[in-house]
C-alpha cells in the first residue's frame, strides 16, 4: 500500500482460485482494509472472501473496478502468514490464491462466535425463597453473568428454578462471549520429572525457545525414550513466554493418548485440528485461534494454515512419516514448510523422531539442524529382541501366512498373558481376485489397479479412487460359478487364520476401514491399552505412536511388502515402519519380542532391524542417496500429465519435455507412462526433472510448462516438488 496520506482506493486481493496473483477491487468511501484484511469481494457471479495483499495494485483507473463488499471483523492475517502463503505458492509452484484457500477453510470463522443469551443477577430478591433459590442467588450475586443451564449445575438445581427466579424479576438477560474450546494450558501444572538424558535435551530446547530465533532441533532417540516429554518442555517454555506453540502429527484423528498425556501435564487439553473435526468445531478452533485465545493446537498438517498471530514454536512429532506429503491440489511436505514457517516466523522449529528421514538426518550432519540424542528407553524398557523368520526355510502351512514359528510365539505369549499385534499393511482381504478357470483378474474401471476384496463389507474395492462393487458368485468373463479364488492376505484374511488357529483368544482387527469411523478406532485403542484384547491384526494404524503396556510380540506377517516398488525411499520407509511398529513392544519393561516375516532375511532392511544397528543402515542409505545425487543431495520433481484419453495426455507430456529449457545441472527423463496409468478414469504419464542441490528446478518447470503449448481439453498438468510418490 503507499504510504501517502490518502487512503488508497484500490488494493490486490488473493481471491481462492488459481490465478498468477491478486485481482484489484475498489475500496468503498469509509471502508478500511490493510493488508491481511478479510474481505467479501464479488467474482464473477459469486461473492467470495478474499485476503487483501500487499503490494500496489496494477495502475487502473479504480471507478472500473469492482467494489469490496464488506470487511469481516476477524482478526487480519498478519505479515508472517502473508510471507508464508507466498512462499509455498512459489516453491510448489501452485498459485497463490490455492495455497490461500487453505487459509480460508472455515469461512463462518470471519463472522465473531456470537454471545450467548445469560442471565445476569438483578438484585431483587423474590419474597419467596427457597433452599434451592438461595443457592443460585449466592452464585448469582457475586457479579457473573451466568449461562441458564450453567447456573442450575452449578447450584444443583433443575432449570425451572432458575426460570421460577428469572420470572420474579430477579434476572435479565446478559450476553455473554463464547466459551473457549479448550482451557488455557498451564506450564506449570505438573512437570515431568526427567532422566538426566532428557533434561540436558529438554535445556537444550527451553534454550532454543528463549532465544527467540529461528532454528531446527532434530530430537532422536528410540520409540519410548521420551521424545514427548522432552519437548513438552518446549511448549511450555514458548507458552510461558506468551507465545502459541503448534504440535504437528501424523495421524491425529488417532491420538486420544497423546490428548491426555498433555491434559496430564498441562491441566488442559490442546485445540485439535484435522478433518474429522466437526464443522461448528473447525470454526470455532480457527476463530479462537486467530483472536489468540487458543495458546496450543495438535493438528494435521493443515495446521500448519491455521491464523495464528503469535505462533512461536512447531513441533513435528514421527518427522519422518509419509503422510506429512499432501498430494492433492497444493503439494506440499509439511515438515519442510514448517521449518520455512519457523523461519519466517524467527522461531525455533522442533523434529522428532526415532527413526528421522534421511533428508533431517544429513541436515544434522551437516550442521544446518541441531541433533539431540535420547539414546535409551525410559526406565531401562529394553527395546524388544528382533529375528527374522526366513520363510524359505519356515513357510506357512499351504493356505496359510503365518509361519509355525511366528503361531508358536503368539501362543507362548497368550499362555503368558500378554498382548500379541500382527501388522501386515493392507487392508481388506485379499489384494486380488481371479478365477480359476479363466484367469480373469478382478480391476478397477477407472484406474489400473487390482480391486481388493473385502470379506466384512461383501465387497471388491478400489484402493485409489473407491469404486467398489458387489463380489459376485460367478466369473464376469468365463460365467463359471464358484471358481473365484482370493490370492495373497490383507488384514481380514489374517484374521481369520487366528480366529481358526486360536479360536479362545479375543482378537481386534484395526483398519481404516473400521465400520464407526474415527471415534470407534479411539475406542478400540483404548480397549487395547486396557488389555481387552489378546491378539490385535492391524495395519500402520496401530504403528503410529499408542502405548500398549501389556503388548509383549510384535510379528510382521509381510516385511518384505514395502521393498519391491521402485520407490528411491522404499528401503527408508521399510526400515522406518517396521521400526515403528515393533517399537509397540515391551513399552513397560516386559521382557518383548519382534518377528519379521520375510524372504529376504540378507536385505540391509531385515539385518539393520535385527542387528538393531540403524546407524549402519543410515550411513549405507545416506552413501547411495550420495552417489544417485537423490535427494537431499540432489533435487527431484514429477511433472504429472493426465487426461481422459492416452494420446492426449501422452502427446502434452512430449510437448513438456521438448520445452524443457536448456539449463546444464537440470536433467529430465521420460515421459514414460507413470506406474498408475490409469487413475479414477484419467491417463497418466510422468516426467522426472532431477537436479542438483543448488539447482533452481521451480525457474525451470515453470519456463517449462509456460513455453509448452497450453493444455488443452481435459489435460492437465499437475508439479510435485520433492515427490514422495513415485506411481
Ligand atoms: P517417545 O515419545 O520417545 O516414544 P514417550 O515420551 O512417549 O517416548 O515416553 C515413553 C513412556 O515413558 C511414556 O509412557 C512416558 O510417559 C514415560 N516416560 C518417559 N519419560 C518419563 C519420565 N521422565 N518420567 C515419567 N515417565 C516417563
Ligand atoms: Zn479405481
Request: net charge neutral; hydrophobic share 40%; glycine share 8%.
Amino acid at each position: 500500500m503507499k504510504a501517502d496520506s490518502t487512503e488508497p482506493r484500490a488494493v490486490p486481493v488473493l481471491v481462492p482460485m488459481p490465478a498468477d496473483r491478486p485481482f484489484s477491487y475498489a475500496v468503498p468511501d469509509g471502508m478500511q482494509v490493510r493488508p491481511g484484511s478479510i474481505v467479501r469481494i464479488p467474482l464473477g457471479p459469486r461473492e467470495v472472501a478474499g485476503i487483501v495483499w500487499d503490494g500496489a495494485c496494477d495502475a487502473i483507473d479504480p471507478d472500473k473496478l469492482r467494489l469490496i463488499s464488506e470487511v469481516f471483523d476477524c482478526p487480519p492475517i498478519d505479515a508472517d502468514m502473508r510471507r508464508f502463503v507466498d512462499w509455498v505458492s512459489s516453491y510448489t509452484l501452485s498459485p497463490p490464491g490455492i495455497v490461500a484457500r487453505m487459509l480460508l477453510r472455515a469461512p463462518e470463522a470471519f463472522d465473531p462466535e456470537p454471545f450467548v443469551e445469560g442471565l445476569q443477577y438483578t438484585g431483587n430478591r423474590p419474597e419467596r425463597m427457597t433452599a434451592a433459590r438461595t443457592r443460585i442467588l449466592e452464585l448469582a450475586s457475586e457479579g457473573m453473568a451466568w449461562s441458564r443451564s450453567g447456573l442450575a449445575h452449578a447450584a444443583g438445581v433443575s432449570l425451572t428454578v432458575v426460570d421460577g427466579l428469572k420470572a420474579q424479576g430477579a434476572f435479565e438477560t446478559a450476553w455473554i462471549p463464547p466459551r473457549p474450546v479448550v482451557a488455557p494450558p498451564d506450564p506449570s501444572y505438573a512437570p515431568t520429572l526427567l532422566t538426566g538424558d532428557q533434561q540436558a535435551a529438554a535445556d537444550g530446547l527451553r534454550a532454543a525457545v528463549a532465544a527467540d530465533a529461528f532454528g531446527v532441533t532434530l530430537i532422536d532417540g528410540v520409540t519410548g525414550s521420551g521424545k514427548t516429554e522432552v519437548y513438552f518442555e518446549a511448549v511450555a517454555a514458548a507458552v510461558e513466554k506468551g507465545r502459541q506453540a503448534l504440535i504437528l502429527l501424523p495421524e491425529i484423528a488417532l491420538t486420544q493418548a497423546f490428548l491426555d498425556r498433555f491434559q496430564d501435564r498441562f491441566g488442559a487439553k490442546p485445540a485439535e485440528w484435522h478433518s474429522d473435526l466437526p464443522p461448528r468445531m473447525r470454526e470455532k478452533v480457527w476463530r479462537q485461534v486467530a483472536e489468540g485465545r487458543v495458546r496450543v493446537v495438535a493438528g494435521a498438517r493443515s495446521a500448519l494454515f491455521l491464523p495464528f498471530p503469535e505462533l512461536g514454536l512447531i513441533v513435528v512429532d514421527e518427522e519422518h512419516d509419509p503422510a506429512y506429503k499432501q498430494e492433492d491440489r497444493v503439494f506440499y511436505h509439511a515438515r519442510d514448510m514448517a521449518v520455512v514457517r519457523g523461519r519466517i516466523g524467527r522461531f525455533p522449529v522442533v523434529l522428532a523422531s526415532a527413526t528421522p528421514s534421511v533428508e533431517s538426518r544429513v541436515n544434522a550432519d551437516q550442521g544446518r539442524y541441531r541433533r539431540l540424542d535420547l539414546p535409551g528407553r525410559f526406565a531401562d524398557a529394553a527395546l524388544p529382541d528382533l529375528a527374522a523368520i526366513d520363510l524359505r526355510r519356515a513357510p506357512p502351512q499351504r493356505g496359510t501366512f503365518l509361519s509355525p514359528n511366528l503361531v508358536s510365539a503368539v501362543r507362548e505369549t497368550l499362555e503368558r498373558g500378554e498382548q500379541s499385534l500382527l501388522f501386515l499393511n493392507r487392508r481388506g482381504y485379499a489384494p486380488l481376485t481371479l478365477c480359476r478357470s479363466c484367469g480373469h483378474r478382478f480391476q478397477c474401471r477407472n484406474c489400473s489397479t487390482w480391486l481388493v476384496e473385502h470379506r466384512f463389507r461383501g465387497q471388491l474395492v478400489c484402493h485409489h479412487c473407491g469404486h467398489h462393487e458387489r463380489k459376485p458368485d460367478s466369473c464376469p468373463e468365463c460365467g463359471t460359478v464358484d471358481h473365484l479364488v482370493a490370492c495373497g492376505p490383507g488384514v481380514e484374511r489374517i484374521a481369520d487364520e487366528v480366529v481358526t488357529t486360536f479360536p479362545d483368544a479375543r482378537t481386534i482387527v484395526l483398519s481404516s476401514d473400521i465400520i464407526g469411523g474415527v471415534r470407534r478406532l479411539r475406542l478400540e485403542l483404548e480397549a487395547i491399552a486396557k488389555g481387552d484384547a489378546d491378539i490385535v491384526i492391524g495395519t500402520q494404524l496401530v504403528a503410529k505412536g499408542h502405548n500398549f503396556p501389556n503388548m509383549t510380540l510384535v510379528g510382521v506377517v509381510d516385511a518384505d511388502l514395502g521393498l519391491a516398488n521402485g520407490d528411491p525411499r522404499a528401503a527408508e520407509r521399510t526400515f522406518q515402519l517396521l521400526s515403528q511398529v515393533t517399537g509397540r513392544a515391551g513399552r513397560t519393561g516386559k521382557r518383548s519380542r519382534g518377528l519379521l516375516q520375510t524372504y529376504q532375511p540378507d536385505h540391509p532392511v531385515m539385518r539393520a532391524l535385527v542387528s538393531g544397528d540403524a546407524e549402519a543402515f543410515y550411513a549405507r542409505e545416506i552413501a547411495e542417496r550420495e552417489r544417485a545425487g537423490l535427494p537431499p543431495f540432489g533435487r527431484l520433481a514429477g511433472v504429472i500429465v493426465s487426461a481422459l484419453t492416452r494420446a492426449d495426455a501422452e502427446s502434452h507430456a512430449r510437448e513438456l519435455r521438448r520445452a524443457a529449457p536448456a539449463i546444464g545441472d537440470i536433467r529430465v527423463l521420460g515421459p514414460a507412462e507413470a506406474p498408475l496409468a490409469l487413475l479414477g478414469g484419467r491417463h497418466r504419464f510422468r516426467l522426472l526433472v532431477h537436479g542438483e542441490r543448488r539447482s533452481d528446478i521451480q525457474t525451470f518447470i515453470r519456463r517449462m510448462v509456460t513455453e509448452a503449448p497450453r493444455p488443452r481439453g481435459t489435460v492437465r498438468v499437475q508439479v510435485d516438488i520433492d515427490p514422495q510418490s513415485f506411481l
